[in-house]
């Protein structure tokens, strides 16, 4: 990491960390889209990095060549980095991190980022993730999430997480978290599986409106909705000229469908938190009505 970290990041206030990582956890590149998102209209200024050597694999991930004014060059290496904001309005600052699933030394790599949260304060964490998903494209986008404690589950309206299995680094990095004493949520978007390789707008969106209601902060939205609109369109034309596809897609429409009149796959509404929901959101969206 570079040494100059602690100086800049021990100022903040009472920070949130957001973090989001490419490979695995980063279906349709949705997560880490959301990440720079914030990076871009709250105008994060670089902190530090974590030293690449120990983690990447530079045959699987490899350095870049990029050239300045034509003449000179500068090579970048593959890792992951941490930017901080100030949200207008809000009264506590956001540490960004975003980098690569690291090939190696998953448990270090972990430790060093909670020490670099620790120096920073940060209070609490949201990973953000997307995942391959039987879905269609036509529907809304799918959020799903754990949390740390029965509590935060019931505050943010997620489920205490009960996956067993095969995990990336966002899963392991919020255990890590939780271990060091920092409360931590995952937010995950459901892309459809057949166009996971290609950037998803519509989930990144579908994040970010979610990730609103846990840092209970409204974030300017720009043209991604338009952006989204316009994915969404133009993957219509495409899978409309293909009769299987179209078929298939029709299929997981269905499916869809059945779930959601499925009465046991109804959540339970509480109208006490409904009520609270909609405030914030009228606070979120006019601060001065008190």
Same mark, same amino acid.
């Given at each position: 990491?570079?040494? /100059?970290?602690?100086?800049?990041?021990?100022?903040?206030?009472?920070?949130?960390?957001?973090?989001?990582?490419?490979?695995?956890?980063? $279906?349709?590149?949705?997560?880490?889209? $959301?990440?720079?998102?914030?990076?871009?209209?709250? &105008?994060?200024?670089?902190?530090? !990095? #974590?030293?690449?050597?120990?983690?990447?694999?530079?045959?699987?991930?490899?350095?870049?060549?990029?050239? #300045?004014?034509?003449?000179?060059?500068?090579?970048?290496?593959?890792?992951?980095?941490?930017?901080?904001?100030?949200?207008?309005?809000?009264?506590?600052?956001?540490?960004?991190?975003?980098? =690569?699933?690291?090939?190696?030394?998953?448990?270090?790599?972990?430790?060093?980022? %909670? !020490? =670099?949260?620790?120096?920073?304060?940060?209070?609490?964490?949201?990973?953000?993730?997307?995942?391959?998903?039987?879905?269609?494209?036509?529907?809304?986008?799918? #959020?799903?999430?754990?949390?740390?404690?029965?509590?935060?589950?019931?505050?943010?309206?997620?489920?205490?997480?009960?996956?067993?299995?095969?995990?990336? =680094?966002?899963?392991?990095?919020?255990?890590?978290?939780?271990?060091?004493? =920092?409360?931590?949520?995952?937010?995950?978007?459901?892309?459809?599986?057949?166009?996971?390789?290609?950037? &998803?707008?519509?989930?990144?969106?579908?994040?970010?409106?979610?990730?609103?209601?846990?840092? /209970?902060?409204?974030?300017?939205?720009?043209?991604?909705?338009?952006? %989204?609109?316009?994915? !969404?369109?133009?993957?219509?034309?495409?899978?409309?000229?293909?009769?299987?596809? $179209?078929?298939?897609?029709?299929?997981?429409?269905? &499916?869809?469908? %059945?779930?959601?009149?499925?009465?046991?796959?109804?959540?339970? #509404?509480?109208?006490?938190?409904?009520?609270? /929901?909609?405030?914030?959101?009228?606070?979120?969206? &006019?601060?001065?009505?008190?």
């Amino acid at each position: 990491m570079t040494p /100059d970290h602690p100086v800049t990041l021990s100022q903040l206030r009472s920070p949130v960390l957001v973090a989001a990582f490419e490979g695995w956890n980063d $279906a349709g590149e949705a997560a880490t889209g $959301a990440v720079e998102h914030l990076e871009l209209f709250w &105008n994060a200024e670089q902190a530090c !990095e #974590i030293t690449p050597d120990d983690y990447y694999d530079f045959q699987v991930s490899r350095p870049t060549v990029h050239l #300045i004014d034509g003449v000179s060059r500068r090579l970048e290496w593959p890792t992951t980095t941490f930017s901080y904001c100030s949200p207008p309005g809000a009264d506590h600052d956001l540490v960004l991190v975003k980098g =690569i699933e690291p090939n190696f030394r998953w448990r270090a790599f972990v430790a060093e980022i %909670a !020490e =670099i949260a620790e120096i920073a304060g940060v209070t609490s964490a949201v990973m953000l993730g997307s995942m391959m998903a039987d879905v269609p494209h036509t529907r809304p986008v799918s #959020i799903s999430g754990s949390a740390h404690s029965s509590e935060a589950a019931k505050q943010y309206r997620l489920a205490e997480s009960r996956y067993q299995g095969p995990t990336g =680094i966002t899963g392991v990095l919020q255990d890590g978290l939780v271990a060091a004493g =920092i409360p931590s949520v995952s937010l995950w978007a459901a892309v459809p599986h057949y166009l996971s390789s290609s950037p &998803n707008p519509k989930a990144t969106l579908a994040l970010l409106r979610r990730l609103e209601d846990v840092l /209970d902060l409204e974030i300017p939205m720009d043209q991604l909705p338009e952006r %989204a609109a316009a994915w !969404e369109r133009t993957v219509d034309e495409m899978t409309s000229d293909d009769e299987d596809m $179209a078929e298939y897609i029709r299929q997981l429409e269905e &499916n869809d469908d %059945a779930a959601a009149t499925d009465p046991e796959t109804l959540p339970e #509404i509480d109208g006490e938190q409904l009520a609270a /929901d909609f405030e914030r959101y009228l606070r979120r969206r &006019n601060p001065d009505a008190g």
